[in-house]
């Protein structure tokens, strides 16, 4: 059962320092709280993972918690570039970040087989590009009809963390609209929190919704906010025009630390 | 005759006016998303727009800042997961068109996404492939939408992403159309803009660009074309991004 903890407490128990960790959100509900929780915790040389990492990303490699990244596209969507994540690739500062790089369908199919503790994912593709010499894929022939495939391996992480709108009292997780990989993030991986915008008595039916029963949860934490810039459909919109003035604020080293140090290090779990 | 317009839109109306009615269509932000939602607001209202996010069926008012804006969801015909999308529907070969963009292209139009200068000591290190390289491989067609300059139609790219040749239909430009031609898959200069000479588009192209025998002679923006392209609002817009 997800213990209801507030997020301080469950970044300090499941976060540890080297830990592969994922926190996942394909555009909506990414878990911006709870990335600022992990760098006011200070922790260093985790391996993050994300199809997509965008700002709160930015923010955790500018401030040295990662020593790699496991990722198919990381970009200001919409923007441009990540000025942080380009530094540490460029220059090494803060400091040097190893890159694993795949197409999102490979990660897709990476995490898929992780939720389904699988040792590798299936697809097609990769052939004839440079990243298969740099990334970790292999040719397999399919043991039925002799066709070439590519082989990814199973993304397990050692925390997943994600943003949703709702958990009930028992610690069961609802999200809605654009849901991502966030069910096989948290299937995935070996420990999992969910931050979500309330905890209500009991859950309205949702189309489309993913529900994520308290049992595969370790920890729930309510974190109202907890996805912006992004959005929490039904609560808040995206803020696009943080997103534009991420990229001034990220462009110079002191500028960022100086941003970093006022809304995310001498805050309190408040979502900047 | 048809009002003053930008370069830029121009590529627009060139690339929306490849789509088909109906077409089910992968699309990505900035200019492919622009072009695709232009040819549903005109001559193609029936055309199936899916975003990388997993929403099927996207019905826009305003254009999306990212593939994953709350608008796409609320309009959509039905929203799947990531892995769903990349795997039954793309994967699966569901999807009629393609558009992508990138850094750099070359004459077969292969493209990188990836890093300009050496992959270990990057001199610009770009976001990546994300869903090109299989949007390439199983999209029925694959259209690429590039300004046109010699540091971008590249002898060489520094980094393949993305597969392009034999896959790669039209390249529409803010100058021209290119097609590949049928025997080598080499690029080929297919389409003028109107008031572009064929020597602006050889200047800014970085290899020996190859000129088809009879380079058409491309329309004009409509006013209707270009009064649906400029009522097409980015989100978020109003309040200052």
């Not at chain 2, 069926?57 to 254009?63: F, I, Q, R, V, W």
């Amino acid at each position: 059962m997800a213990k209801v903890v507030p997020l301080s407490e469950a970044v300090g128990e499941l976060v540890r320092d080297g830990d592969v960790v994922a926190l996942e959100g394909f555009t909506h509900l990414i878990p911006c709280a709870a990335g600022h929780e992990v760098i006011r915790q200070g922790r260093r040389d985790l391996t993050l993972v994300r199809l997509t990492p965008d700002i709160v990303y930015d923010q955790l490699i500018g401030m040295g918690c990662a020593r790699k990244l496991i990722f198919s596209w990381g970009g200001n969507p919409g923007v441009g570039s990540l000025h942080r994540f380009r530094d540490a690739v460029e220059h090494g500062w803060p400091q040097p970040l190893e890159l694993e790089e795949h197409s999102h369908a490979g990660m897709a199919a990476a995490y898929a087989a992780g939720a389904a503790h699988l040792p590798f994912g299936v697809l097609r593709g990769y052939d004839g590009t440079d990243l298969t010499p740099r990334t970790r894929v292999a040719p397999l022939t399919c043991p039925f009809t002799g066709e070439q495939v590519a082989a990814v391996p199973a993304i397990r992480p050692d925390v997943g963390i994600i943003h949703a709108q709702q958990a009930d009292e028992d610690g069961n997780v609802q999200l809605w609209g654009i849901t991502g990989v966030q069910k096989e993030t948290v299937l995935a991986s070996e420990r999992s929190i969910a931050t979500v915008e309330e905890i209500v008595p009991r859950f309205e039916p949702r189309p489309g919704s993913v529900v994520l029963p308290s049992w595969v949860l370790s920890a729930v934490s309510l974190a109202p906010g907890g996805a912006h810039p992004s959005y929490a459909h039904g609560y808040y919109d995206r803020d696009n025009a943080f997103y534009v003035a991420w990229d001034e604020i990220s462009r110079d080293r002191d500028q960022f630390t100086a941003w970093m140090r006022e809304h995310v290090l001498e805050t309190a779990g408040v979502p900047a | 005759m048809s009002a003053a317009y930008a370069a830029d839109e121009m590529m627009a109306v060139a690339a929306a006016r490849r789509l088909a009615d109906g077409t089910v269509c992968f699309v990505g932000i900035g200019l492919p998303s622009r072009a695709a939602n232009l040819a549903r607001a005109t001559h193609a209202p029936e055309c199936v727009l899916i975003y990388e996010s997993g929403t099927i069926g996207a019905k826009p008012e305003h254009l999306p800042l990212s593939i994953g804006d709350g608008e796409l969801a609320e309009t959509a015909d039905t929203v799947v997961s990531v892995p769903e999308i990349f795997s039954y529907w793309l994967q699966a070969g569901r999807i009629d068109a393609g558009f992508l963009g990138a850094a750099q292209i070359d004459r077969y139009g292969n493209l990188n996404s990836t890093v300009i200068g050496d992959y270990d000591h990057p001199g610009v290190r770009l976001p990546g492939a994300g869903g090109a390289p299989e949007i390439a491989t199983f999209c029925r067609e694959t259209f690429v939408m590039l300004r046109h300059s010699a540091r971008t139609f590249v002898q060489e790219l520094d980094f393949c992403s993305t597969v392009g040749r034999g896959r790669v239909t039209a390249v529409v430009t803010d100058l021209c159309v290119l097609e590949p031609e049928p025997e080598s898959d080499e690029l080929a200069l297919a389409e003028l803009h109107p008031g572009v000479e064929v020597d602006q588009v050889l200047e800014a192209t970085g290899w020996k660009l190859r000129v088809n025998g009879d380079v058409r002679a491309g329309e004009a923006p409509t006013a209707d074309e270009l009064e649906a392209l400029r009522a097409l609002k980015v989100a978020g817009a109003e309040d200052g991004a």
